[in-house]
């Protein structure tokens, strides 16, 4: 995929600044898990506490150009997932010279490594 390497790596500091405060604070949890189904233990408790604040700080750091978008979201995987597939989308474009199936492959390996 063709992106501006500047850009990548801007994002990807972005990513895993944001990703170490909220390890350090262990909540960062909440961005690879939804919240869980039952209500009724304390792993429940812990998920709502540590969701709020990491949605809390994904927001108050975002472009206010994205603030509309992002601050309806609930769950702080869902902002997480967002941003990444968005700038993924955003970035990235297709060149036609090159194979699709290699530009295919490409966008995933750079999506996992987003994710990771």
């Not at 700080?57 to 702080?76: H, W």
């Not at 997932?81 to 060149?95: A, F, N, P, Q, R």
Request: glycine fraction near 2%.
């Amino acid at each position: 995929p063709s992106t501006s390497l500047t850009s990548l790596n801007k994002f990807k500091r972005w990513q895993k600044s944001i990703f170490s405060i909220l390890d350090m604070h262990g909540v960062a949890f909440t961005l690879n898990e939804f919240k869980p189904t039952n209500s009724f233990n304390k792993q429940f408790d812990l998920w709502v506490f540590a969701n709020k604040i990491c949605v809390h700080t994904i927001i108050s750091i975002i472009s206010n150009e994205r603030f509309g978008v992002y601050s309806l979201y609930k769950e702080a995987k869902e902002i997480w997932d967002s941003v990444i597939t968005g700038y993924t989308t955003k970035h990235l474009e297709m060149i036609e010279d090159k194979d699709i199936k290699v530009q295919i492959n490409e966008r995933h390996k750079l999506l996992a490594d987003f994710k990771s």
